[in-house]
């Protein structure tokens, strides 16, 4: 059944009340004397540091207790213990997955996404939630995807112009935003287009410190944190409104987005309701948009640092060399990760690189660690997109999806919609970087600070 105004009113609240990151039950309190070494700094300036300083403070933690160290963050110096190998990162995603939980290492998104979402279920509602929404990402659903993307991208690049300068992430931005809104959700109609497009960027673009106040209500009634509130009960009512709509659209059957995809399946009777469609919608967003966006805007503008690179790119476009521009994806994923680790809450005692860990620890693998090592990668400092061709990374050393069996199910749509917008751009235009960049955090993602300025070439 449809939801009403005021039942969508009342789900909003709801979700913002349930869904607080530092609530529930106190955690168990564990004996810093069985943990990893790690910083003695205030907790709170160790949240501050992983939150807001990750790309220098995780490598300068590496460095300085080693492969394996504990960090104290948010709520009351809960303990986080980093791995950096590959053979840590491969027995954390093949752990058991009723006691390497996924949904408490997120809950920080809980006010966002929902009790709903992939990314905070677990156990067997994760299972059937993600045989849900399996159909909507197989091989199938992707190539009916792409002409799409690739009309979309074509629209973007059509309004450049030679000599003209760009941030890239600007324009990557706005392009995948409108991939996720066309795609995904299925949004056609302009009117609804131009209401839904600011409310998704004001949900995307918050920093950490609005990101955080999500676990204190009482900030909710003050400044940026009223405006993230105001802000999701608008976007909810859209997105009901829509759900609603395509519920009763006669074309139901024969469109192609992910949204229709995902409202058809019928699995016994066992369908997604319209809040679970909600959540899942907004994960795919936050999951889909920035990150994809960032990827591309690191990859334009490394592409064009080099005329070499450039030239390779410009030639794969032409000549339909898909695997080059996929590399090219990869390895911008590599050289600049845009999530910073991929984390597990232990719910019963495991062991993990030989270290026996209490319940109540969240552990995970370090991407930022993982993909800059020099014995997992030759050379990491250079972007070299001849890694990802004709053959692929060491087991467990590239990990942007994740991995096991909570690894990212818009894995391939991210890689299909990168290639497809790679070479939309570089089968109309060459580009040249316009100076250096470097990563700056912004809500759970990193993005490239000066926004990966590159000029348009012929």
Request: neutral net charge; glycine residues 8%; aromatic residues 6%.
């Amino acid at each position: 059944m449809s939801m009403l105004e005021d039942d969508i009113t009342r789900a909003t609240q709801r979700r913002l009340e349930r869904m607080q990151p530092f609530g529930g039950a106190a955690p168990p309190a564990v004996d810093a004397g069985v943990l990893p070494p790690g910083p003695h700094w205030p907790w709170l300036a160790q949240s501050v540091a992983l939150l807001r300083f990750r790309h220098s403070s995780v490598p300068w933690l590496h460095r300085r207790y080693g492969d394996v160290f504990t960090v104290r963050i948010l709520p009351k110096g809960q303990p986080l213990v980093l791995f950096t190998r590959p053979e840590h990162a491969k027995e954390i995603f093949a752990g058991d997955p009723e006691i390497f939980h996924a949904g408490k290492g997120n809950a920080i998104l809980g006010p966002i996404m929902g009790e709903h979402s992939l990314l905070l279920q677990d156990g067997g509602e994760h299972k059937r939630a993600r045989r849900l929404l399996m159909p909507a990402f197989n091989g199938h659903a992707l190539r009916g995807y792409r002409d799409l993307v690739a009309e979309v991208a074509r629209s973007e690049v059509s309004g450049w112009r030679p000599g003209q300068t760009l941030r890239a992430l600007d324009r990557m931005n706005a392009l995948t935003l409108e991939v996720i809104l066309r795609v995904v959700f299925g949004v056609t109609d302009e009117e609804r287009l131009a209401a839904l497009r600011p409310r998704v960027n004001r949900t995307v673009d918050v920093g950490p410190a609005v990101l955080m106040g999500w676990g204190y209500p009482r900030l909710q009634r003050f400044g940026p944190w009223k405006a993230a509130v105001d802000n999701s009960y608008a976007l909810d009512r859209l997105m009901y409104d829509e759900i609603r709509e395509r519920r009763s659209a006669p074309d139901l059957a024969s469109r192609t987005d992910v949204l229709s995809q995902l409202i058809l399946v019928d699995e016994g009777g066992d369908r997604l309701t319209d809040e679970e469609l909600r959540d899942q919608l907004v994960t795919l967003l936050l999951a889909g948009h920035e990150t994809t966006a960032s990827a591309l805007a690191w990859a334009l503008h490394e592409v064009g640092r080099d005329p070499d690179q450039l030239a390779r790119a410009r030639a794969a476009a032409r000549e339909g060399d898909d695997a080059w521009l996929e590399a090219v994806l990869k390895e911008s994923m590599r050289l600049h990760p845009v999530i910073p680790m991929v984390a597990r809450t232990l719910m019963r005692p495991a062991t993990i690189g030989g270290h026996e860990l209490p319940a109540g620890v969240t552990v995970g693998p370090s991407i930022l660690v993982a993909h800059a090592r020099a014995d997992n990668h030759d050379d990491p400092d250079r972007f070299r997109p001849e890694r990802f061709v004709g053959q692929n990374p060491a087991p467990n050393t590239w990990i942007p999806f994740g991995g096991g069996v909570r690894r990212c199910i818009g894995a391939g749509f991210s890689l299909m919609e990168g290639v497809e917008v790679l070479r939309e751009v570089f089968t109309a235009y060459g580009v040249e970087s316009v100076g250096r960049d470097r990563p700056l955090v912004r809500n759970i993602t990193s993005v490239p600070r000066r926004g990966a300025r590159i000029r348009v070439t012929t």
